[in-house]
């Protein structure tokens, strides 16, 4: 085998070993923004003096994550991105507790963190505890929004669900007319992070509407084991559109306004009828109108 294939072994087995190993110890999970405790004990039968003990609590990759040497913390050489997050509990050191809090916890924190603890007297640190500390983020609780506009039969819509803040990468699911829709292929989901790191989900779901219709859209995180389901939306469908996209009040006033027209028209049509059939008579002292059925009554007596 040459040199290289050697090392490329090698390399593949020390991975390998790394992997079980986490995967073999205990895991914990964090809240990013929270604050998490990651635990070990130390199983004694009387009460240890604070001067007697040191902790040391590191990374894998040996960055020192918070140090107490002698009965008081030790930060000098402390890494920086855990500066002013770390503590230990002080008064319960003594009856072996030396869990370690972290706070402010973000993604960068996922990793794996091993104590070490010395006594006075005794020659060597014993490592103690390990623990894989892994991130999450809750996602909110769904949102989703449907067409503007009324939704007829045998018509397509879209239906948007948004979700924020959530970590790792989630799965949504949709349910149409509460029953969970199989075919993906009328959903498209898109992610984009936050200045924190954690995921934004946008989920867009298109159907074809035939009946009244209801939807749900739910983000789950497996990490978390938690589900968030939205408020379910829902949409009568009418029957068919209306013409020319006029509306069925609309009709009733563009017919109401011509018939009101003509009536209108016919009145003063016969309000000038009437007018011209009366006939102007005129005598020395004054203009008058008699009206034209008087005239012929005075020249037929017998009428």
Known sequence: MSPFCRELSLLLLLLAHAQADCSLIAIATAIVGETVQIPCSLNIEV??????????????????????VKGQDYLTNQAPQF???????????PCGNLSLRLSSVSLTDEEEYVCYYHRAGERNSKLLCQMCLQTAGRYSVPVVQGPASPVFKDSE??????????????????SVNKELLENSRRVNTTLSRDSRGLYNVTSVLT??????????????????????TSAEIQYLVKAEKESNGV???????????PVVLLIIAIVVLKKRMRKHQ??????????????????????????
């Open 83 to 93: 500066k002013s997050r770390t503590q230990l509990f002080g008064s319960e050191l």
């Open 278 to 303: 009366r006939i102007p008579v005129t005598n020395k002292d004054q203009e008058s109108e008699i009206p034209l059925q008087q005239t012929l009554n005075k020249d037929n007596p017998e009428t």
């Open 47 to 68: 009460s240890l003096k604070m001067e007697d003990i040191s902790v040391d609590w590191t990374t894998s990759e040996g960055l020192i994550v918070h140090s107490f």
């Open 247 to 257: 509306s069925g009040g609309t009709k009733v006033i563009l017919v109401l306004v």
């Open 207 to 228: 159907v074809n509407v035939t009946g009244d219709v209801s939807v749900t859209c739910t983000v789950e995180n497996d990490r978390l084991r938690e589900k968030r």
């Open 157 to 174: 819509v879209s239906f948007t669900c948004k979700s924020t803040g959530g970590f790792p990468e989630p799965k949504v699911q949709w």
